[in-house]
């Protein structure tokens, strides 16, 4: 009976949710990274957040380093929603990959600043995978096993997390906040491990009853945050508010659509939004696609607009390419607009927002990747043989440069001329309209075209 009831009220609140999406009288947005990474997600999702009620990661771990820089401060955020900063509600994602220590240094780093990151705040899904100490040792075990054919993984055990998940030996924060399944499970999880630790990568094996001890710890002050997200994310939903959905890495890390294997171990998707927070398709409303203004990647893995020159160094020295989160140097390129236009089939990006545009001033020309060159063939379309992308060569479209800094400009009419026709040219090629330019790394240091947040 009481279930019958539960039903019915989700039925009503999906009707209140249709009639609302019908109306436009509020959105739901997804933001995507179209690239490799770090193309400037937490600086976009921290100015949108201030339209939104709440904002949901969806995938991936701390493999994330998403930057805010606010009032000359700046933040990272690894697994904290960047929307933490605008004091909406954040929720941790059933699809992401969760390391309680991480986490808890995030929420302490926040609370320490003044930023309120308690469990009014913070929101994680029960059904959200934990890191344990055996995924980060298997994963760097595992690449310095691999010498010359590693991934370049962030290290942060994000694939042997997701493998478990898969292979249903993970453990979820359910699992954490009952410490009887906890134990027995981590005991029959560490025969398997520990064998493979020890005989495979002749690594140090992992201590059951240290694990217990340390992660009863984290149950202990995270079971507060702990909920169904699902179920708030519906209610939330049900009663007109507006979700920001914040994607981590980029389109083509994507574990199905990326550079496999030089890829990560989630969906980055739009598509997976849904999967990962517990809402169906229909809720969605917008999918803004991030563009950095050039390309980056942060470990291995084809490349074809890839700059081994003087140029490339320029770019990355200019662009500050270091990872957020590894401080890796980041490989920097030309905008690659094959890529970009697979981001926009494989997410149904319905706008994009171009990152890091002052970068390029003073270059005297600009190259834009419109086709790939292989074998005296052009490709149009993103070749999944990575053994055929290593040897694409990129056709480029050259346009002319500007040398204004743009990064004090704040409407789109006192652009450089050339830098609005590089823009309308990346419209024109990927056929998408850009929403929002972004000036520099500051939340204000950004130019609105159109707040998706705001129809009409
Ligand atoms: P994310 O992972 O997609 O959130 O991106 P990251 O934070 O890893 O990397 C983007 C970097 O570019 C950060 O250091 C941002 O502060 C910076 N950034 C973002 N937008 C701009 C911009 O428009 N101009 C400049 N110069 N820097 C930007
Ligand atoms: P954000 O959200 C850039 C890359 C790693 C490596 C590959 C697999 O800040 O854009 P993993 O540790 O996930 O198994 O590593 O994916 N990678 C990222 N590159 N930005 C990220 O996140 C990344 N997260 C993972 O460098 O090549
Ligand atoms: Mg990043």
Redesign the pocket.
């Known amino acids: 009976m009481k279930e019958v009831l539960c039903d019915s009220v989700d039925f009503h609140l999906l009707g209140i949710q249709k009639f609302i999406l019908k109306e436009s009288l509020v959105s739901n947005i997804v933001i995507i990274?179209t690239q490799w990474?770090?193309?400037?997600?937490?600086?976009i999702v921290d100015l949108l957040a201030e339209f939104a009620d709440a904002v949901v990661r969806f995938q991936g771990g701390n493999n994330?380093?998403?930057?805010m820089?606010v009032d000359g401060e700046?933040f990272?955020s690894h697994l904290v929603p960047s929307g933490i900063l605008q004091n909406k509600t954040c929720y941790i994602g059933n699809g992401m990959v969760v390391d309680p220590e991480v986490l808890l240094e995030e929420i302490d780093y926040l609370l320490t600043k003044g930023i309120a990151a308690g469990p009014d705040q913070l929101r994680i899904s029960e059904r959200a995978h934990l890191i344990m100490p055996y995924h980060k040792a298997i994963d760097h075990a595992r690449e310095k096993m691999k010498g010359d054919k590693k991934i370049g993984t962030t290290g942060r055990g994000i694939g042997p997390c997701y493998e478990d998940k898969a292979n249903r030996r993970g453990m979820r924060f359910v699992e954490l906040l009952d410490p009887d399944i906890f134990s027995e499970s981590i005991k029959s999880i560490l025969d398997e491990k520990n064998f493979y630790l020890k005989n495979y990568f002749s690594s140090e094996p992992s201590d059951p009853d240290q694990i217990i001890k340390q992660y009863s710890k984290y149950a202990e002050r995270l079971a507060p945050y702990v909920t169904n997200i699902s179920v708030e994310l519906h209610q939330a939903m049900g009663s007109g508010q507006q979700i920001l959905f914040e994607g981590a890495q980029g389109t083509h890390l994507d574990i199905d659509h990326g550079t496999y294997p030089y890829v990560t171990s989630s969906n980055t998707v739009s598509g997976n939004a849904c999967a990962g927070a517990g809402v169906g398709p229909v809720a969605l409303t917008d999918i803004i696609g991030?563009v950095k203004a050039y390309t980056t990647r942060v470990g291995r893995g084809p490349f074809p607009s890839e700059l081994f020159d003087d140029t490339g160094d320029r770019i990355q020295k200019k662009?500050?390419e270091f990872?957020?989160t590894t401080g890796r140097r980041r490989r920097c390129g030309w905008l690659d607009t094959v890529i970009l236009r697979n981001a926009v089939r494989l997410n149904s990006l319905t706008g994009f927002v171009i990152?890091?545009?002052?970068?390029l001033g003073g270059f005297e020309t600009l190259n834009i990747c419109t086709a790939y060159e292989y074998e005296g063939n052009i490709l149009h379309d993103f070749p999944a043989n990575l053994n055929i992308l290593a040897k694409c060569s990129p056709v480029y479209e050259s346009l002319p440069g500007w040398s204004e800094d743009i990064s004090g400009i704040r409407k789109m009419e006192h652009l450089p001329e050339n830098t609005k026709k590089y823009i309308s040219r990346i419209e024109e090629l990927i056929g998408v309209p850009v929403c929002i330019v972004?000036?520099?790394?500051g939340r204000d240091?950004t130019i609105i075209v159109k707040n998706p947040f705001v129809s009409g």
């Open positions: 990274g990474g770090d193309e400037g997600k937490g600086k994330a380093g998403h930057t820089v700046q990272i991030i662009g500050a990872g957020a990152t890091k545009l002052d970068v972004s000036v520099g790394p240091e």
